[in-house]
């Protein structure tokens, strides 16, 4: 069972992620930058396991990101290219 309390903490991070990451222009700097060192938009390929397991971290910590900031595909798409306009 989810307390109170605990909505209430989950929604206040929610607002940080989404006024730090979508509402300030370093935010949004910092997140594009995110999306890019993931290599969230590129194919794997072949690497020892190590590497692979080192992406996959931090593509699993951006699309913790992404769930919290609650963005749909073209959003992510948008802000990736760098069209901020209109993302939240």
């Given at each position: 069972m989810v307390?109170?309390?605990?909505?209430k903490?989950?929604?206040?991070i929610?607002?940080a992620?989404r006024?730090?990451f979508?509402?300030?222009?370093?935010?949004q700097i910092?997140f594009k930058?995110l999306?890019?060192?993931?290599?969230?938009?590129?194919i794997?390929g072949?690497?020892?396991?190590g590497?692979?397991?080192h992406?996959e971290?931090?593509?699993?910590m951006?699309?913790?990101?992404i769930?919290?900031l609650?963005?749909?595909e073209?959003q992510?798409?948008?802000?990736?290219?760098?069209?901020?306009t209109?993302?939240d």
């Amino acid at each position: 069972m989810v307390k109170p309390t605990q909505n209430k903490v989950q929604a206040e991070i929610m607002q940080a992620y989404r006024e730090i990451f979508l509402h300030t222009p370093q935010g949004q700097i910092i997140f594009k930058d995110l999306l890019k060192s993931s290599g969230l938009f590129n194919i794997s390929g072949v690497q020892p396991d190590g590497a692979l397991q080192h992406m996959e971290g931090g593509r699993d910590m951006v699309r913790r990101i992404i769930t919290i900031l609650a963005l749909d595909e073209d959003q992510i798409t948008r802000i990736a290219i760098g069209d901020t306009t209109n993302v939240d």
